[in-house]
């Protein structure tokens, strides 16, 4: 008898320890088990464990034969799978379900808000799934992670988890984000789980490789899944308390989502910088092509991203318009009127599209891969900026609340628009000059080919989950 093949062995595995975690989350949430039962013409909570742990297996094993050709590593592997139980949310528990269950697919935004609970559980599944066909040997390993690369970890991650805190303390929002209870003892607790996170990411990328822009975003959607895996399901399990996936829970708590993936930015960052004064490269990988010099990439970089942050500043600015948004831009320095606000904010968009150009440059090698890191670095700066650092600068608490959340909606739509013209423009600008990856040896030739295979790999899953970041924002506050 012929041993079935070891992807699907792995994959198999895979599907089934992300079933497990979803299953036990399940039986804590209450009604989605008898739900899936349907399916088999029952509504019993036996049954609904059967029908999703053979689903489970099943799904982890077309995974498996979806990433085998991927030149992915484990972080990539982490972040493919979670936006595959995404992508399972969608096709499965919003179409197929309702189809096998004899009622129309559940498109509809009230529909996805009932739905909050599955989705958060469809995450969980991905991130567990990818993890563990990681660790099975699914991933182009890239070397195990050193003490000092783990110690690095763990020092960033609970400086970052450190720093989120005192935020949510200073804005008085600690207790709604799931952090109340004796200050003695959350900051331990804070601290020990971004350590643990801290050494999590270390274990997944021991080597940080490749230009801090994508790194950036690498970072925030790190901080959407320990978002997911953290406060939302771990931290209340082990509390012993409900776990707050409803969509009225996650409201309640909707500080968590911002000032967590804000954490996992500034747990890159400080990992980054932690191995790069270890000896290590910051901004550029080593097996970037170019003749150019370090300091004429990046003032070229800087050249273009200006113009390109112009062009995107202009295209922000029609959303401004549409919502009054210019007069409260204008507060930064201390004016009122609409025109004092445009300067400010184009000024803004100048200074964030130079540090783009820089943080980017070569990233963009088609229209599609700098549609995604724009969107991306949009939605960075929505949280960053209009969540976070305006209200701060205008002497309010961060708009991390769900009613925050709600009224920056409009400057989102904005931050996206933004992102899009400004990668588009940049990608163009770097086509009309001399291109990175038009190799003039074959030596360069190939390694602008691995550079190609490295971001094919990447990328879009990062994009991918950016797009479910969006989607959780918009659940939380629509209705808000």
């Known amino acids: 008898m012929r041993r079935a093949p070891s992807w699907l062995v792995r994959g198999a595995v895979a599907g089934a320890a992300g079933g497990l975690a979803f299953a036990l989350a399940m039986l804590d949430v209450g009604a989605m088990l008898p739900t899936i039962a349907g399916i088999a013409g029952s509504d019993a909570t036996g049954v609904g464990l059967a029908v999703h742990a053979l689903a489970s297996a099943a799904i982890g094993v077309l995974f498996a034969l979806l990433t085998i050709a991927r030149r992915a590593g484990p972080g990539e592997l982490v972040f493919w799978g979670t936006a595959y139980g995404a992508m399972w949310w ?201 003749d150019e010099g370090v300091g004429t990439r990046a003032l070229r970089g800087l050249a273009r991203g200006t113009a390109a942050g112009l062009v995107g500043g202009a295209v922000f600015t029609v959303v401004l318009v549409q919502v009054g948004g210019l007069a409260r831009i204008a507060g930064l320095v201390g004016g009122s009127s609409a025109g004092v606000g445009l300067v400010v904010h184009l000024v803004i968009a100048v200074v964030l599209g130079a540090s783009y150009g820089v943080a980017f440059r070569h990233e963009g090698t088609s229209s599609e891969a700098a549609l995604g890191w724009g969107l991306s670095y949009g939605l960075l700066w929505w949280l960053l900026g209009n969540c976070t650092l305006l209200p701060v600068l205008l002497g309010e608490p961060p708009g991390w609340t769900v009613t925050g959340l709600a009224d920056g909606f409009p400057s989102l739509v904005g931050h996206l628009a933004y992102g899009a013209g400004l990668g588009l423009t940049l990608a163009w600008l770097e086509r009309r000059s001399n291109p990175w990856w038009t190799a003039t040896t074959p030596a360069r030739a190939r390694r602008a080919e691995l550079a190609r295979a490295r971001s ?25």
Do not use: C, K
């Open 456 to 480: 094919a790999a990447t990328a879009p899953g990062l994009w991918t989950l950016t797009t479910f970041i969006v989607m959780s924002v918009l659940a939380l506050a629509a209705g808000a």
């Open 90 to 290: 969608l096709l499965g528990a919003l179409t197929l379900l309702p189809l096998f269950r004899g009622d129309p697919a559940r498109w509809d935004l009230p529909s996805v808000q009932a739905a909050y609970p599955s989705l958060l559980g469809h995450l969980l599944y991905g991130a567990v799934a990818g993890a563990v066909l990681a660790g099975l040997g699914g991933a182009d390993r890239v070397g195990r992670p050193t003490r000092a690369a783990l110690a690095r970890g763990v020092a960033a991650g609970g400086l970052a988890a450190a720093g989120m805190l005192a935020a949510l303390v200073s804005a008085g929002l600690a207790e709604t984000a799931g952090l109340g209870g004796p200050s003695a003892a959350r900051w331990p607790l804070a601290v020990g789980v971004g350590g643990l996170t801290g050494a999590a990411y270390a274990t997944l990328y021991p080597r940080p490789r490749g230009a801090i822009g994508p790194g950036l975003i690498r970072g925030l959607n790190f901080g959407f899944v320990a978002w997911v895996a953290l406060p939302m399901t771990l931290v209340p399990a082990i509390a012993g308390a409900r776990l707050p996936w409803t969509l009225e829970d996650a409201r309640a708590r909707a500080e968590s989502l911002p000032s967590t993936v804000l954490a996992g930015v500034l747990l890159l960052l400080l990992y980054r910088l932690f191995t790069a004064v270890a000896g290590a490269v910051l901004a550029d990988d080593p097996a970037e092509v170019a």
